[in-house]
């Protein structure tokens, strides 16, 4: 059966917003032409309007007049592709507001840890599900979700679309880091989408790195790491010092790797020396020194970059270097990282917190991190953050007034989404 949904704006993310418009859906999937109209209509349809599905109300009345199947129609409202959170922590939604801003990153890991402690693994399950239910609730349909506890995962039936990546540490046992690799890879093999996430330069060894990278090639699944994320990281690698280089040497990691390289020329001399043209989903990137610039703009490997705004203002990072980093054609992406860093899952806050930060990006490109650019980056450009033809059928829809300016009203909308379509199935 197909259906036919209405909206006063189409926003396809796939040419200009279309007016009092209309999109036809059968199955779990965008359909090529409404149900019921000719092929005459279809093909001027189709000339029409680049989103082929996407009508004006004329034909959507035709349409529905002669429609067996069910017809939706939204009124005011804007219909636009669901979106897409390209970095979180769902096993921290429990600890939203008990992380005071830190003095120091070194400091904020302490503190995490902390509070770590005293959850079970039947508090992380809980901590999931409900970051899941917000995250829906909040306008997002698809989730790259770094799990610290890939054992869990079997045990979690998403409501949303998810990428799980299994977030790898070997700090305190290098030696381990196959085994560790291997055993995450176990406990994943049940679920859909997956992929591996060694968490960090200072927490995840070389081998550990390249074992992923192994698994990677063999199985072409997606790779996901956090790096260049604060100054004090920058501190550790470069100039061997800083509370995170001493807290570090503290709990007895070997620092001989420290003193020489900024975490970003660390990370492409000793991870991506070998030859791999698979690009990697690299969180945060905040502290760049000039001769990281000369070595990205040297080199041919692009990253999909995410970027926390809310998150990266609860640290006072340094300024996201954005201008930059798309200029040497970094796909830039946005997520909510986690809520021991954050205040909601909401990214539409996210948005605007960039926007603020941002003024200058055009809102257009602004709503592409979230649906275009992240489906990009979780190889998914021919399925995700697009309404045309043959994509999934993952829309939400939210109030639109008679606005000159659409696009800036749906980034200024911040309440819960009343109305989403996941996998063709209204929720």
């Known amino acids: 059966m197909k259906m036919i949904v209405r909206a006063r704006l189409i926003v396809t993310m796939n040419g200009p917003p279309i007016k009092n418009g209309a999109v036809a859906i059968e199955g779990n999937r965008i359909d090529d032409s409404p149900p019921g109209s000719s092929p005459s209509r279809a093909a001027r349809l189709r000339r029409a309007a680049p989103a082929g599905s996407v009508v004006d109300v004329g034909l959507f009345n035709e349409v529905k007049a002669r429609n067996s199947g069910e017809v939706v129609d939204l009124g005011e409202q804007a219909l636009l592709p669901g979106l897409i959170n390209a970095h979180c922590h769902l096993d921290y939604t429990c600890l939203r507001g008990k992380i005071p801003p830190p003095k120091s990153f ?54 949303i679309r998810t990428w799980w990546f299994a977030e790898l540490l070997d700090v305190r046992s290098p030696e381990r880091a196959k085994e560790v690799v291997d055993l995450a890879i176990q406990s994943l093999k049940q679920a859909t989408n997956w992929g591996l996430a060694p968490h960090a330069l200072f927490t995840a060894s070389e081998n550990l790195y390249r074992r992923c990278k192994e698994v990677a090639r063999a199985k072409n699944i997606l790779l ?86 809310r998150s990266h203002g609860y640290f006072a990072h340094s300024r996201f270097p954005f201008e930059r980093l798309r200029a040497l054609g970094s796909n830039i992406c946005l997520g909510t990282d986690s809520l021991a860093s954050n205040e909601d899952l909401s990214l539409f806050a996210e948005m605007r917190a960039f926007q603020k930060n941002e003024p200058r990006t055009s809102p257009e490109e602004i709503l592409s991190m979230v649906t275009v650019n992240p489906a990009r980056a979780l190889r998914q450009e021919d399925a995700l953050g697009k309404i045309r033809p043959g994509f999934c059928a993952d829309l939400i829809a939210i109030p639109c007034a008679r606005s000159t300016n659409a696009l800036e009203e749906i980034i200024a909308f911040d309440r819960p989404v009343d109305w989403t379509v996941l996998d063709g199935k209204i929720r």
């Open 224 to 309: 996901t790491t956090h790096l260049a994320e604060s100054r004090e990281e920058m501190s550790m690698f470069r100039e061997a010092s800083g509370p995170l280089y001493e807290f570090m040497k503290g709990i007895g990691r070997p620092m001989d790797d420290c003193g020489h390289e900024t975490p970003l020329a660390l990370f492409v001399a000793a991870i991506l020396q070998q030859r791999d043209a698979r690009p990697w989903i690299i969180a945060h990137l905040n502290e760049l020194a000039e001769s990281d610039f000369d070595l990205l703009e040297r080199s041919r490997r692009k990253f999909h970059v995410v970027h926390s705004p």
């Open 106 to 159: 070194a400091d904020w890991i302490r503190a995490i840890n902390t509070e770590k402690a005293k959850l079970s693994k039947q508090d992380y399950l809980v901590s999931i599900n409900q970051g899941f239910a917000e995250a829906e609730k909040l306008g997002t349909t698809t989730i790259a979700n770094l799990e610290a506890f890939p054992e869990l995962v079997a045990k979690i039936r998403s409501p």
